[in-house]
């Protein structure tokens, strides 16, 4: 069966519900789980904090480490790029050079940032023949923190730009052209759109690929990332950042909309029977799910709402035709979610990163630190 036609859908204006924030928590659904996840985040915030204050009484050094005009500069791009890299080995792999020139083919001007502890010569070059603008800058904020640190740049260097993505290596491809998906997100006009909806702490866009659109919306993106307070922690960065972005580019009058909406995806998922069994095998919550009315399933999946790029990542490439492949996902499996080894398989034959550059891809990764949120 052939993907769905691509299509955005608009994301309600709507504040994060308790039940779901709650249930955004726990991957499992369990309360075992919750308990585990509510600590890990107490600690980890209750850590940050202390070294938040001392950053903002004693602020550190500058965080760009290295900085160099890249070898297709763009002058007068009217789309920009911030993409981040991070890989603990400091390997930049010919998976990420691969998304660096689909989004110079698509007519970004691309911002290259770099979290890696450290980076070969050769790689630094390599990046700087696809890019505009090489960065190598101090892990500090995570993706929402380069963005922050490096928009200023590209406002200057490109004053005319009505285009501004935000993007991460946070997923695996693209497996699919990117060409016919930013053609979609560009077809909504002005706005901010992004590839997956969640709605696990109210409806919002999942932030490692993120295209503004519009003098006003690229203005209002900026005025965002520059007034948003930075963190040691991954979860206030992503509470700061990913959950509040969309809400407040709502609020400022703007369109925001998803690629693959959470409930047009619900729906590809449960209008399909291997769909349907994938899922009642991956979560405790839906182990009844067959015996349930449509409307039911339905219900049950919006009022207890999955990771859509975990438990419906099978939907997502299969029937809507996504692009990507979540990193977090293939690597460690956080939900011990079924079929996930055979990811491969969704992999088309003509795909721009086959499995081989994929693998190759994961290689490079080592797993002792953390990568962009997102």
């Known amino acids: 069966m052939p993907p769905e036609p691509y299509r955005l859908t608009d994301l309600a204006a709507q504040p994060p519900g308790l039940r779901r ?44 480490l290295r900085q160099e005009p890249g070898e297709d ?15 603990a080995s400091g390997r930049i792999s010919a998976m990420v050079l691969r998304q660096l020139e689909a989004l110079a083919a698509a007519g970004f001007a691309v911002v290259f940032i770099s979290h890696a ?23 500090a904020g995570l993706d929402f923190g380069a963005w922050q640190d490096l928009a200023p740049e590209a406002t200057r260097r490109w ?12 997923v695996l491809g693209p ?8 053609a979609a997100m560009r077809a909504g006009g002005d706005g901010l759109f992004g590839l997956t909806e969640s709605i696990q702490g109210g409806p919002h866009l999942q932030s490692y690929f993120l295209l503004a659109r519009g003098a006003a919306a690229v203005a209002d993106l900026r005025l965002f990332l520059a007034g948003m307070r930075i963190s040691h922690s991954k979860w206030l960065v992503v ?29 590809a998922a449960l209008a399909d029977p291997a769909e349907r069994a994938q899922l009642a095998a991956s ?18 999946l919006e009022e207890q709402p999955l990771n859509p790029a975990h438990h419906l990542w099978r939907a997502l490439v299969r029937r809507l035709g996504y692009p990507f492949l979540k990193t977090e996902l293939v690597r460690r499996n956080p939900g011990r979610l079924p079929g ?23 290689a490079a990764l080592a797993a002792s630190a953390p990568g962009p949120a997102g």
Request: include cysteine.
């Open 159 to 170: 004053r005319e730009a009505g285009e501004l993505l935000l993007a991460n290596d946070s």
């Open 21 to 64: 924030a709650i249930h955004g928590y726990s991957t499992a659904g369990t309360w075992g789980r919750l308990a585990q996840r509510v600590m890990q985040v107490g600690l980890e915030v209750a850590r940050s904090l202390p070294r938040d204050a001392w950053r903002q009484m004693r602020p550190p050094p500058a965080p760009l």
């Open 283 to 300: 979560h405790p919550l839906l182990t009844g799910l067959e015996a349930m009315s449509p409307e039911a399933r339905a219900a049950l």
């Open 239 to 267: 509470q700061r950042g990913e959950l509040r972005l969309a809400r407040w580019m709502q609020a400022r009058g703007h369109r925001v909309a998803a690629l693959f909406g959470y409930r047009r995806l619900l729906a």
């Open 73 to 87: 500069p763009r002058p007068g791009a009217r789309s920009v790029a911030l993409y981040l890299h991070y890989a």
């Open 117 to 139: 502890p450290h980076l070969s010569e050769a790689d630094w070059q390599a990046v700087r023949a696809r890019a505009a603008l090489v960065v190598w800058r101090r892990n």
């Open 175 to 182: 497996i699919r052209p990117m060409g016919p998906i930013l």
């Open 340 to 362: 996930v080894a055979e990811w491969s398989e969704l992999v088309p034959a003509d795909s721009p990163c086959p499995p081989g550059v994929i693998r190759d891809h994961l």
